[in-house]
């Protein structure tokens, strides 16, 4: 089964980029270096023509409570449209990647709509922007989580956050990127509950990832 660190990888993909292109108030700021550093292993740079699957666009390449979930064309077309945590070279190996952070982007989806997001983005009402709001929202709010809960975390996810483990990081900012951390997990294990009861089926055979049928 993977771990919660490997199932938050496009979750947290998707924070770091989204604070990118944030503002650059310095109080703002603080919060982000969290997903960045716990995302492992590095992704690797893909050309999104090679994850495209083309072919007919009604083929349902996954299903989920026993209905289709994801079909071809609505998988092609979001490719490029949200952050993606691709750590494989081999074409096939990538596409399934490809398609399992989309099983992940459509079921935070459902937990945004559920959570009143899709009211309050305004103008941004778009899927992707919904979804990095919310994700966003959830990883920032830390205030659950307490210093000696963080401080545990970074003892047990050594190799993850041991880019913050140097003098020039001040020790509130590496607390924050521990607490949101902490989240990113938290976030991680509810999204693969959340995939459990809703029946997550990779259909194509090329598609399933080896860890998903190891489970």
């Known amino acids: 089964m993977k771990s919660a660190r490997t199932l938050a990888a496009p979750v947290l993909a998707a924070v770091a980029s989204l604070s ?3 503002g650059t108030g310095h109080a703002a700021a603080k919060p982000e270096p969290a997903p960045e550093v716990a995302t492992a292993p590095a992704p690797v740079s ?3 023509d090679k994850l495209r699957l083309g072919g007919p666009g009604d083929r349902v390449l996954v299903q989920a409570r026993g209905k289709p979930f994801i ?3 609505e998988y092609d077309a979001w490719l490029g449209s949200y952050p993606l945590n691709i750590t494989k070279s081999d074409a096939r190996a990538a596409q399934a990647e490809a398609v399992d952070q989309m ?3 459509r079921l935070l989806l459902e937990r945004a709509v559920a959570a009143g997001y899709e009211s309050k983005s305004g103008s941004s009402s778009d899927a992707p922007s919904i979804v990095l709001r919310y994700v966003t929202d959830h990883i920032r709010n830390s205030a659950s989580i307490s210093d000696d809960q963080a401080r545990r975390y970074h003892d047990e996810h050594l190799g993850e956050l ?3 483990d140097t003098p020039e990081v001040p020790q509130e900012l590496r607390l924050a990127a521990w607490k949101g951390a902490v989240r990113g997990a938290q ?6 509950e959340q995939r ?3 029946q997550v089926e990779i ?3 090329e598609l399933r990832s080896p860890e998903r049928n190891e489970q």
């Open 71 to 73: 079909r071809a064309a």
């Open 20 to 22: 990118a292109c944030s």
């Open 187 to 192: 976030l991680a294990k509810a999204l693969e």
């Open 46 to 48: 893909v050309d999104l």
């Open 203 to 205: 259909l194509l055979a």
């Open 103 to 105: 099983v992940s982007f």
């Open 196 to 198: 459990k009861d809703a």
């Open 162 to 164: 041991s880019g913050l």
